[in-house]
């Protein structure tokens, strides 16, 4: 079946440390995004790539970095100078703009 | 500033009633709105959508009614069900924005057996 998979789903990790989520799509999609739902509240975007070796900062990016060298891969890497890193992370997929977008099933960060 | 907002935080109904999700937005560029639902640890999915050209657009039990010139969107859930219970997102596009979507905070629907 092609679809998105994160991994882990649950990860866990000591403040000051970086920690990289991962992110791998089969559905040949060309733009990839990375998402923070904190609870209770929408989605906001991170950083989204719209093609292999390109990527742009969504409302949020600080903190945070990511790469896109393959088009099945998006990982994102969340880095010490994040303030507040707790949160559940989505990452989805696309076609072309315009077009609903597909999520993973997400991956819950802790950061003690 | 612009926000796509909903009206309710949390929605109760009865199983067999009729649900509807209101949604709230402000960027009169907007050209494509997406409704997800999401359940407890999971991401979202996809239920409907509507483009800027259409008011009102059907699927299986569900309805979205598009209103441009109040900015609002509604999603109707016909003969609500206990598995559709859930929180449920509008999104919207904003076409002068390279296609991103602006998720609202999302209503909390909880159906009654």
């Known amino acids: 079946d092609g679809g998105i998979t994160q991994s882990p789903k649950y990860l866990f990790r000591k403040e000051g440390q970086n920690v990289t989520l991962s992110c791998e799509q089969n559905?040949?999609?060309?733009?990839m995004y990375w998402y923070r739902q904190d609870p209770g509240q929408g989605l906001r975007l991170i950083y989204y790539?719209?093609?292999?070796?390109?990527?742009q900062k969504g409302d949020i990016a600080e903190g945070y970095s990511v790469s896109r060298e393959k088009k099945e891969s998006f990982p994102l890497t969340v880095t010490s100078a994040q303030k507040n890193p707790t949160a559940f992370y989505l990452c989805?997929?696309?076609?072309?703009?315009?077009?609903?977008?597909?999520f993973g099933n997400g991956t819950r960060l802790t950061v003690t | 500033g612009e926000s796509v907002g909903l009206h309710l935080p949390t929605l109760s109904v009865q199983e067999g009633d009729n649900s509807i999700i209101n949604c709230a937005y402000s960027n009169s560029a907007s050209d494509y709105f997406i409704w997800y639902k999401q359940e407890s640890g999971k991401g979202p999915q996809f239920i409907i959508d509507?483009?800027?050209?259409?008011d009102k657009r059907q699927g299986q039990r569900v309805t979205v009614l598009l209103n441009k010139t109040v900015k609002h969107l509604s999603l109707q859930i016909a003969a609500t069900q206990p598995g559709d219970s859930a929180v449920y997102f509008c999104?919207?596009?904003?076409?002068?924005?390279?296609?991103?979507?602006?998720f609202g905070q999302g209503t909390e629907l909880s159906v009654k057996p």
């Open positions: 999104a919207e596009n904003r076409g002068n924005q390279g296609g991103k979507l602006i």
């Open positions: 989805a997929s696309t076609r072309v703009p315009n077009s609903p977008l597909h």
């Open positions: 559905l040949n999609h060309d733009a």
């Open positions: 509507i483009r800027s050209n259409m």
């Open positions: 790539s719209q093609i292999v070796n390109d990527f």
